[in-house]
């Protein structure tokens, strides 16, 4: 009787923390999303009413598109810089370790931080630091996170700033992992740098860039700080993205209905783009 | 043997003395990706020390070095915020490190009914964005069940949401299976109680991963945003990333007492980093495959 209770003692901490701060609030959300909710007046079942009214929203609809554009353009873009800085990094020098160190402390850097930062950075004005910097390039002055057309922009050029030392990490990884001998073949058939990129590192790459990608874009459809930080979602609501958009809906207007069917809709998204990826890779796994 | 040395990396760097341009090209490559990556926070550091009338205008070299960014932000409450970061940062990973060991040690080293159940309870909170259900947590806080009392505003508010972490448990589960049952066979044979030998010989073991998992924890900690956003009552509750924002908006306080306040968020981070650097990367690759 003793010993069977053993495993469960050691698991109550977290079973009680995980029930009450990750279970009970997805129940509730789930719940709360098919409600109209009015503090002390009690709340009235509405249904699916709340789902219709979201996505018929076409602030809704503009800040989705917009959500799978940054996770994209952020994907993609940190994922090819990455890429970049893996090949230029690649090797045992002590010296490149330092570079390595060095370029990998924005991933370090806390996103408010970093925000803070790239909004000073992104002053608008002639004499800003980046409009500086372009300047001696003969261009700008640029706008960045104060106009409609180039927020979104500024705000992903950031996010991939962030996040292509991560990817570096990664490929790095992967870059280890391949048989040098496949360089040695490559060399004595005189392939070009070119075509050994091409035709070797690459595709024995396949699997870390897939697994990147996958995380980064789901993880890329919950931006929340960053957008929030840099932008609070505008001007002109024109970083408008999904969870700025609930965040908004449920402190600043108080529709905790609405805000949570915003929610459960991107729990959704997520946990089928995270499901499908894992039976994918269990059943390439297999093969 | 050119070729060999060339084999090294995917674009075939050489070391020859020979091939001295492409070497300049990478020196010079190498420089610019540290200007790009590291630019941008150094002028954190010089910002926060320069008594700078025009802050639009950052530098990478304090003009003018001062502390009185510093003592301005102390006017604006930054050591409350920064006190307010560093007992939820150390509160709340003492009580992850914690909760993962004692859940860890359940699942790594015991059989039990229902064990593949629990597994998949603690994967799947790894699956359940703290954005998501952000709003909800804010009411569940606001009056936790069965005790209907309020973490609204407290630091606990913070603490308790972020002490059991899926990642942690995963990592710390993983790295106790690997441990030979016979260590643990021969303690009890000599008579050791189950709290005994979960002290004296799993967690000793457990030491590297715990350098994993706590830098990670911290990590993740530091990071809270919309967390300790949403439990806060009044803009004292703020942590020192939350305050940043509130700082800004307020036209009375300049830059310069901003990137003070961003520096002293920064460090942290960055001390973490450079004195757990090993830790850090090898639980980067461990946990974006496994993940």
Known sequence: ?287 | MSVSGRSDTALGWSNDRSAWFSKAVRVLLCVSAVLVFCGPLLTIFSGAFDDNPDPTKLSVVPDNPSLANFAAAGRNHIWDYLLNSLVIAGGALLLQLAVSVFAAYALARKKFRGQAVVLLAVLTTMMLPEEVIAIPLSLVIGDLPVLHVSLRGTLLGVILPLGAWGFSIFVMTEFMKDIPVEIEEAATVDGAGELRIFARIILPLCKPALGVVAVFGFTMIWEQYLLPLIVADDPSDYTLTVALLSLRSDDQVGPGIVLAGALLALVPSLLVYLGLQKSFLRGITTGAIKG
């Open chain 1, 1 to 287: 009787m003793r010993a069977r209770a053993v495993p469960w003692l050691f698991l109550l901490p977290a079973l009680l923390l995980f029930a009450v701060f990750k279970y009970l609030p997805m129940a509730e959300g789930i719940r709360l999303s098919l409600f109209q909710v009015r503090p002390f007046l009690g709340d009235i079942f509405v249904g699916l009413d709340n789902y219709t009214r979201l996505v018929t929203d076409e602030r809704f609809q503009d800040a989705i598109g917009r959500t799978v554009l940054l996770a994209a353009g952020q994907t993609f873009g940190s994922m090819i810089i990455g890429f970049g800085l893996a090949l230029l990094l690649e090797g045992h020098a002590r010296s490149l370790w330092f570079v390595r160190s060095a370029v990998f402390l924005p991933v370090v850097a806390a996103t408010a931080v970093i925000g803070e930062i790239w909004r000073l950075l992104y002053y608008p004005a002639p004499e800003g630091f980046l409009n500086t910097a372009l300047d001696f390039f003969g261009l700008g002055p640029w706008t960045f996170l104060d106009h409609p057309d180039t927020a979104l922009w500024s705000v992903m050029a950031v996010g991939v700033w962030k996040g292509a030392p991560y990817d570096m990490v990664l490929i790095l990884a992967g870059l280890a992992g391949i048989d040098r001998q496949q360089y040695e073949a490559a060399a004595i058939d005189g392939t070009s740098t070119w075509q050994r990129v091409r035709y070797v590192t690459l595709p024995a790459l396949r699997p870390v860039v897939t697994i990147l990608l996958t995380l980064a874009a789901i993880r890329g459809m919950r931006v929340f700080t960053e957008v929030y930080v840099l932008t609070g979602g505008g001007p002109a609501g024109s970083t408008d993205v999904w969870m700025t958009r609930v965040f908004t809906t449920a402190f600043e207007r108080n529709e905790i209905g609405i805000a949570s069917a915003g929610s459960v809709l991107l729990f959704l998204l997520t946990f089928v783009m995270t499901v499908i990826v894992q039976v994918y890779r269990r059943a390439k796994e297999k093969v």
